[in-house]
T-cell receptor, first 112, second 116 residues
Framework: KQEVTQIPAALSVPEGENLVLNCSFT??????LQWFRQDPGKGLTSLLL?????REQTSGRLNASLDKSSGRSTLYIAASQPGDSATYLC???????????FGKGTSLLVTP | GAVVSQHPSRVICKSGTSVKIECRSL??????MFWYRQFPKQSLMLMAT?????????EQGVEKDKFLINHASLTLSTLTVTSAHPEDSSFYIC????????????FGEGSWLTVV
């Protein structure tokens, strides 16, 4: 069964710092990997989706990379802002049409 | 893009009662929908896979008689929490793959259930 692990569980950084969130998965045979943001008491916001054939995706200050062979993905956030404070979830899709396997998330706090 | 709508967003019910949560695909047909549960400070855990016109597939440890899933049409799946208890209080969220976009998975807004 696919296991998804996210490190660190929590992170606090001052505003302006660049930061990296890590995600690892046990089965490298994936269809795609997705990063979500979840604000307290809210649902999920999709940030970036990387297909298994891709190495990275970028959206604004966010960059997600995928190394399928090593079972790793990173989410890079540049020039962090207090509004980036949220929980970031990594989810792996093992096959097209299948359910996602989620990590436990990284709780990010960006202080002014 | 495709939209999945979930209702209600928040519900409070008394212990012992049942509550129904609806998940609708608004602009596409979904033969499959997924139901997740998230306890405080935990990740989203798959509860069951809802299949249109057939029985749902439940994950290990999820009581099928307690969490009734009905997928009677290609755009609607419902999750009914029966005889709710305070420990069922959680965040429930549905998702559905949209076939024409390579099965991109779209999530509903989620439902917060509080059992008092």
């Amino acid at each position: 069964k696919q296991e998804v692990t996210q490190i660190p569980a929590a992170l606090s950084v001052p505003e302006g710092e660049n930061l990296v969130l890590n995600c690892s998965f046990t089965d490298s045979a994936i269809y795609n990997l997705q990063w979500f943001r979840q604000d307290p008491g809210k649902g999920l916001t999709s940030l970036l989706l990387i297909q298994s054939s891709q190495r990275e995706q970028t959206s604004g200050r966010l960059n997600a990379s995928l190394d399928k062979s090593s079972g790793r993905s990173t989410l890079y956030i540049a020039a962090s802002q207090p509004g980036d404070s949220a929980t970031y979830l990594c989810a792996v899709n093992s096959n097209s049409g299948y359910a996602l396997n989620f990590g436990k998330g990284t709780s990010l706090l960006v202080t002014p | 893009g495709a939209v999945v709508s979930q209702h209600p967003s928040r519900v409070i019910c008394k212990s012992g009662t049942s509550v129904k949560i609806e998940c609708r695909s608004l602009d596409f047909q979904a033969t499959t929908m997924f139901w997740y549960r998230q306890f405080p400070k935990q990740s989203l855990m798959l509860m069951a896979t809802s299949n249109e016109g057939s029985k749902a597939t439940y994950e290990q440890g999820v009581e099928k008689d307690k969490f009734l899933i009905n997928h009677a049409s290609l755009t609607l799946s419902t999750l009914t929490v029966t005889s709710a208890h305070p420990e069922d209080s959680s965040f429930y969220i549905c998702s559905a793959p949209e076939r024409t976009s390579g099965n991109t998975i779209y999530f509903g807004e989620g439902s917060w259930l509080t059992v008092v």
